[in-house]
């Protein structure tokens, strides 16, 4: 699988992004999804997981109600809505696969796109 993460940019704090991840192969309906990110400094955090069937979600904290996942297994994508962006918020952006909601949870991923600059100014 490979994945490639689009959709960052520069917005002020309140405002929404919509990140999008597409993914080739055949085995994409296959895998749970992860968004990840980085901040300067600091190491990668976990923001949101969904299942294969998009039926189980997880969400850090630091999101949970502002942050949104979801996927089109048809198209083989995957999207982070992000609303109500916090100057914390600001990172790059990665998406990735993995085998089931728990281990993308937990980091381990077997898939890995470049990332997306997010950039939301105060």
């Known amino acids: 699988v490979q994945l490639q993460a689009s959709g960052g940019g520069l917005v002020q704090a309140g405002g929404s992004l919509r990140l999008s991840c597409a993914a080739s192969?055949?085995?994409?309906?296959?895998?749970?999804m992860g968004w990840f990110r980085q901040s300067t400094g600091k190491e990668r955090e976990f923001v949101a997981a969904?299942?294969?069937?998009?039926?189980?979600?997880h969400y850090a904290d630091s999101v949970e109600d502002r942050f949104t996942i979801s996927r089109d297994n048809a198209k083989k994508m995957v999207y982070l809505q992000m609303n109500s962006l916090k100057p914390e918020d600001t990172a790059v952006y990665y998406c990735?696969?993995?085998?089931?909601?728990?281990?993308?949870?937990?980091?381990?991923?077997?898939?890995w796109g470049q990332g997306t600059k997010v950039t939301v100014s105060s």
């Open positions: 990735a696969a993995g085998r089931a909601l728990g281990p993308v949870v937990g980091g381990s991923l077997d898939y």
């Open positions: 192969g055949r085995s994409f309906s296959n895998y749970a």
């Open positions: 969904i299942s294969w069937g998009g039926g189980s979600i």
